[in-house]
């Protein structure tokens, strides 16, 4: 099994961006399939979006898409976040979680079994 720990969270401005990364530990996480989701604040936790284990295959939530960019480099374990013209919306705690399983166009947070502790993107208006 792997461990995953984010890091890059921040404080920025609307309209900014910011880079999130996913660090991974274990032989075989080259294999795994990886995802991120956030919670806000009184909120459920959201999928954010995910990435094959090979990098070639990307989906995101709708409501996220051509704004956040999810990408892998195998070679140095991580996985990242790009999030463009941020919104005070997108302000949550960002989790970054990886998955075993096969790959799936419907995931939900239970598909994952390895989660970071999470990392706080905070945007101000």
């Known amino acids: 099994q792997v461990q995953v720990v984010e890091s890059g969270g921040g404080l920025v401005q609307a309209g900014g961006s910011l880079r999130l990364s996913c660090a991974a530990t274990?032989?075989?996480?080259?294999?795994?399939?990886t995802g991120w989701f956030r919670q806000a604040p009184g909120k459920e936790r959201e999928f954010v979006g995910a990435?094959?284990?090979?990098?070639?295959?990307?989906y995101y939530s709708d409501s996220l898409k051509g704004r956040f960019t999810i990408s892998r480099d195998n070679a140095k374990n991580v996985v990242y976040l790009q999030m463009n013209s941020l919104k005070s919306e997108d302000t949550a705690v960002y989790y970054c979680?990886?998955?075993?399983?096969?790959?799936?166009?419907?995931?939900?947070?239970?598909?994952?079994?390895?989660w970071g502790q999470g990392t706080q993107v905070t945007v101000s208006s």
């Open positions: 990435i094959s284990w090979n990098g070639l295959i990307t």
């Open positions: 979680a990886a998955t075993s399983k096969e790959w799936s166009y419907t995931y939900s947070a239970g598909d994952f079994d390895s």
């Open positions: 274990g032989r075989t996480w080259s294999v795994y399939h």
